[in-house]
Antibody
Framework: QVQLVQSGAEVKKPGASVKVSCKASGYTFTFYYMHWVRQAPGQGLEWMGIINPSGGRTTYAQKFQARVKMTIDTSTSTVYMELSSLTSDDTALYYC???????????????WGQGTPVTVSS | EILLTQSPGTLSLFPGERATLSCRASQSISSSYLAWYEQKPGQAPRLLIYRASTRATGVPDRFSGSGSGTDFTLTISRLEPEDFAVYYCQQYDSSPYSFGQGTKLEIK
């Protein structure tokens, strides 16, 4: 079955960077686009961007364009999301989320990781 | 960017009742590229509906979606105890993909 297992909780100081991983299993890694979505405490959901695991091409939401980087490691079927210049507003639960269909971008999410809490505090 | 407004913010109902949740978009969503998710405390969202009215795999048929253009509805025909959660709509017509702020469905 499809599994997306994310890395553990992170605590960072303002101005630092964080890198979150998402290890995929149970399907052909390179066939499905992966997204990142975050959720601030008690708040709604916010789409951050998408990566093509076949080749690594990315598209980021304009809000994060200047400080987010999504990468892949096909040898371990892992997707990474790195966010820099952190502020307290970046305190959130970060999810990786996979497209429902292979080889296509629809933009909705059938499978989700368990979420990685990131806390930004001085 | 397409803004989605969900109403009501909180809906209080008894098990067995019918729930109607609304999602309104700031501009028309082409081809009904709208999805609904359910989220329970401490869990990731779960896809319920895509293309406005197509149930995802394993979703009970008491969940149904409808609508087009700017107005969409999620209906739960007879509430089960496990249905009390937060529900989000999401548009995937255009990037950045955006979510509504959520409707909390609580037990009355």
């Amino acid at each position: 079955q499809v599994q997306l297992v994310q890395s553990g909780a992170e605590v960072k100081k303002p101005g630092a960077s964080v890198k979150v991983s998402c290890k995929a299993s149970g399907y052909t890694f390179t066939f499905y686009y992966m997204h990142w979505v975050r959720q601030a405490p008690g708040q709604g959901l916010e789409w951050m961007g998408i990566i093509n695991p076949s080749g690594g091409r990315t598209t980021y939401a304009q809000k994060f364009q200047a400080r987010v980087k999504m990468t892949i490691d096909t040898s371990t079927s892992t997707v990474y999301m790195e966010l820099s210049s952190l502020t307290s507003d970046d305190t959130a639960l970060y999810y990786c989320a996979r497209e429902r269909e292979e080889l296509v971008i629809w933009g909705y999410f059938q499978h989700w990781g368990q979420g990685t809490p990131v806390t930004v505090s001085s | 960017e397409i803004l989605l407004t969900q109403s009501p913010g909180t809906l209080s109902l008894f098990p067995g009742e019918r729930a109607t949740l609304s999602c309104r978009a700031s501009q028309s969503i082409s081809s009904s590229y709208l999805a609904w998710y359910e989220q329970k405390p401490g869990q990731a969202p779960r896809l319920l509906i895509y293309r406005a009215s197509t149930r995802a795999t394993g979703v009970p048929d008491r969940f149904s979606g409808s609508g087009s253009g700017t107005d969409f509805t999620l209906t739960i025909s007879r509430l089960e105890p496990e249905d009390f959660a937060v529900y989000y709509c999401q548009q995937y017509d255009s990037s950045p993909y955006s979510f509504g702020q959520g409707t909390k469905l609580e037990i009355k």
